[in-house]
C-alpha cells in the first residue's frame, strides 16, 4: 500500500520548543523532509511547545526534575495526537522514551565541541585567577572546577540569546556554549575559540538532533526513516548506553563521545564530582556493531573504579 503523504491541507505536524535553536533544529529536520519526498515546506507545520524547563530559568535543572523538563509536554502532545514527530537536541533528552514512544531517528551531528565564549579573553587558559565562569552544565562546572579549581562558577540558565545577555551584562567573564548550536544558527563568530575534546569532553549526544515519534505510526517512521544518519545513530547507541548504566539523570556530572574510523568505534567517558575534587575516565575501542556493549562495560568499570564513596554527595 502506498504511504500517504502529508500536504498543505493535511501537514505533518512537527512538535519543537520554541527557543531559537530548537527552530532552527525543527526547519532543518522540514528541509530534510520536503527534500527527501519532493514536497513542499508548508507540507510540514512546526507545532511550538513551551515546556516546564523553558519557563523556570532561575534554577538549576537537577532542583527541579533533571533532562525529562524539556520533553514532557512535547511528548504528552505526541502521545494525544497533537503532534506526529518531535525534534529534539539529544543531549536533553532521557535515557528511556515514555510507553508508546520511540527515539531512533538522527540528522548527521554537527561540531561535537564546546565554545568558549569572552569578551574580554581568547582562551580558557587566558582567565585570570579568581575569573566568573557563567554556566548552568554540572557537566563543564565539574569540568572547569577539575582543571581550573581557581576560577568562580555561577548559574547560567537560559537560551543562546539569553546567556549572551547575561554575558553582555557582565554577570560572568566567560561562559560555554555547544558549537553545534552557535553553528544551526549561523552565530560560530560568538565563539572566541573551539575546545578540542581532549580537553573537554563533550556532554553525550552533543551536537546531534534527535527526531520522536509514535511506536505504532508507520507512515513516520517510513518518512523518518528516509532522512536517518546510520553514524550517528551508532555513536550515539553507544554513548546513551554509556549514560543509562552510568546514571542517566542531570544530577551526575557525565562526559562522553563515540567517533568512528571505518569499522571502528572508539569510546571516550568521563565523570567527576560536582565540585571538581575527582574525575574519573576510560577510552576504549572496538568494533561498531559492538558499539552499546563497549559503553555498558565502561560505565561498570568507571562505578567500579569510582567506589562506594564516589557518589556520597547525592545522599
Known amino acids: 500500500m502506498a504511504m500517504t503523504l502529508p500536504s498543505p491541507t493535511s501537514p505533518l505536524k512537527i512538535g519543537t520548543r520554541g527557543s531559537p535553536l530548537a527552530l532552527a533544529q525543527a526547519y532543518e529536520t522540514r528541509r530534510r523532509l520536503s527534500v527527501a519526498f519532493d514536497l513542499p515546506e508548508e507540507a510540514f507545520e512546526i507545532i511550538v511547545i513551551k515546556t516546564t524547563g523553558d519557563k523556570i530559568i532561575d534554577r538549576p535543572l537537577k532542583e527541579i526534575g533533571g533532562k525529562g523538563l524539556f520533553t514532557r509536554e512535547i511528548e504528552d502532545d505526541m502521545l494525544c495526537g497533537a503532534i506526529d514527530i518531535a525534534v529534539h537536541s539529544m543531549k536533553d533528552m532521557p535515557t528511556l522514551q515514555p510507553e508508546g514512544l520511540v527515539l531512533d531517528t538522527y540528522l548527521p551531528r554537527e561540531d561535537v565541541r564546546d565554545a568558549f565564549v569572552s569578551a574580554t579573553h581568547e582562551r580558557l587558559a587566558d582567565m585570570p585567577s579568581g575569573a566568573t565562569v557563567g554556566t548552568s552544565s554540572l557537566r563543564r562546572r565539574a569540568q572547569l572546577l ?34 553545534a548550536g552557535l553553528r544551526r544558527l549561523d552565530m560560530a563568530h560568538v565563539a572566541k575559540s573551539a575546545i578540542e575534546t581532549t580537553e573537554m569532553l563533550p556532554a553525550v549526544a552533543q551536537g546531534a538532533i534527535g527526531i520522536e515519534r509514535r511506536k505504532d505510526d508507520t507512515r513516520a517512521a517510513d518518512m523518518l526513516s528516509a532522512i536517518h544518519d546510520t553514524p550517528t545513530g551508532q555513536r550515539l547507541a553507544a554513548e546513551r548506553a554509556f549514560l543509562a548504566a552510568l546514571d542517566g539523570s542531570c544530577e551526575t556530572p557525565i562526559a562522553g563521545l563515540a567517533e568512528l574510523d571505518g569499522s571502528t568505534l572508539r569510546l571516550r567517558g568521563e565523570v567527576l564530582r560536582p565540585d571538581g575534587s575527582d574525575s574519573i575516565g576510560d577510552d576504549i575501542t572496538g568494533a561498531i556493531e559492538d558499539g552499546p556493549d563497549m559503553g555498558r562495560a565502561m560505565a561498570a568499570k568507571l562505578l567500579d573504579e569510582a567506589g562506594a564513596g564516589f557518589f556520597d554527595w547525592r545522599s
Open 146 to 179: 577539575n582543571f581550573r579549581p581557581d576560577l568562580k562558577v555561577v548559574e547560567f540558565r537560559g537560551n543562546v540569546q539569553t546567556r549572551l545577555k547575561k554575558l553582555e551584562a557582565n554577570v560572568a567573564d566567560c561562559t560555554f556554549l555547544a558549537m
